[in-house]
């Protein structure tokens, strides 16, 4: 494949408020924001917590156990690093850890046509390139 | 009603509107604002006021706008580039006139058909330079657009309530019907059927293509004022009877808390609690298309159809002309393109001062909804015909 040819994946760009987040990830650990004054989780990371408006925050690790709030399946590629993986599924999961706390993710290894919200799903990881991994999720028994 | 000052619209207009106009985002902005005031009888030295909502990297901003059009001082300024679509501009624009910041205001939404692909367009710095802020958790997933967030309410809705597939291709039909009526202004001019709807492709599934608006370069702009100068203009006034904002705790559309009940429901909620008039008294409606779930989920939340039951309210033909709510009578954004909520407010008022030329309704109506977004931010207003 010649240099012009090559399509790269759509990486994240780390900030020192997010980075906790991918280096937890290369390590396959699924850390999330968590307040050290009050104990929630916060997903996407924000310099406050919405709690108790501590700033004290930092990261803890869930247990990647979830259930698919929604989904769907994508079936036209945005970017051209889509263009041979449609269709695949783009879902919200919402962590077992806390009420409402959801990460946009992927759902794999499942059969697209029996997939339900409310479906138990497990974390599992996709490695995006040398830098990023990224966590994904399967169906838990799938 | 809400303010100091009853705030009237007393003009409309719309610039040249094409998927490729080949005109900059500040000649569509003076052509709307030229026609807006055509259509009300005034010069650029009655205006005081310039309001502008804008995508961040499409921005035209007021005091541009203002000097453009040769507006020689602006009483009351503002552009946005957060929220709910033109409706922001809209209610920043009511905002000035009811509080006696400016007496005659120019509000605009102008948008380059490549506008909202998002996507992309926001990555900035080429991609090899990554994504950040909120999108590195969605983008790097294939969450590039609003499309990404319009499949994940409607599967919500549907695994909720059971509505279907062909409820939502009910209510593009019935859009595509007004569509006809308004030829100089759609983009479409056959009739749309619902096997046609569910043979669209899917763009994020169960999202089909002809759930999504059509993509358009254009500007819109309508001129508010106070009662009193209203009576001495061209045309018939129509009034803000109430209006409101509303939004979710979380910012990202894909993450709110509950997804079959989002900001409309806040918007709502606060706007007919400023009002003595109910959903039964509101003869026609124009809620927001850019996704047609999105004009479902406005339906519930005004009341005009019972919690999840917008699907079969919409199947059953309710949203058209002789339906409960006529809605989106010019055909809404899937037809006359992405005016990016404006054209909801513009068609309401052409409905209540008696302007719609074939489109008028069989029943005229006293008082119209408008509304505009969904997920993390929406705005919706009363509009009334005296």
Known sequence: ?142 | MSGKQRVAIVGVGYSTVGRNTGLSLDTLTAQASIAAMDDAGVTPRDIDGVVVHSFPHQYVSSTHTAAMLGIPDLAFYSSSVDGAAYAVAALHGIAAVASGSSDMCLTLRTVHRAGAAGGTALMGGGENAGVGGQFQFGMPYGSFTGAHFAGLYMQRHMAQYGTKEEDFGAFAVAQREYALRNPAESFFHEPLTIEEYMNSRYIAKPLHLLDCDYPVDSSSALIFTTEERARDLKQKAVFFDAWAMGTTAEADFSLVEDMTHSSPFMAARRMWSKTDLTPSDVGVAGLYDGFSFIALQWLEALGFCGEGESGPFAAAGNTRADGIIPTNTDGGACNVGRRHGANFFIEVTRQLRGTAGDRALPRKPAAGVVSNAVGGFAACALITAD
């Open chain 1, 1 to 142: 494949m010649t240099e012009t040819a090559q399509v790269r994946p759509v990486r994240p760009a780390p900030d020192s408020l997010t980075s906790f987040f991918w280096d937890g990830a290369r390590e396959r650990r699924l850390l999330i924001q968590k307040c050290a004054s009050c104990g929630r989780f916060q997903h996407p990371p924000e310099p406050v917590c919405h709690h108790c408006l501590s700033f004290d925050l930092g990261a803890g690790e869930v247990s990647g156990r979830g259930t698919i709030y929604s989904f769907e399946i994508a079936t036209q590629a945005f970017h051209p690093w889509f263009a041979d993986k449609i269709p695949f599924v783009i879902a919200v999961v919402e962590l077992a850890e806390q009420p409402g706390l959801k990460l946009i993710t992927n759902i794999v290894e499942a059969d697209l046509a029996a997939i339900e919200i409310g479906d138990e799903v497990q974390v599992t990881w996709h490695q995006l390139d040398d830098e990023f991994t990224l966590p994904v999720f399967r169906p838990v028994g799938g």
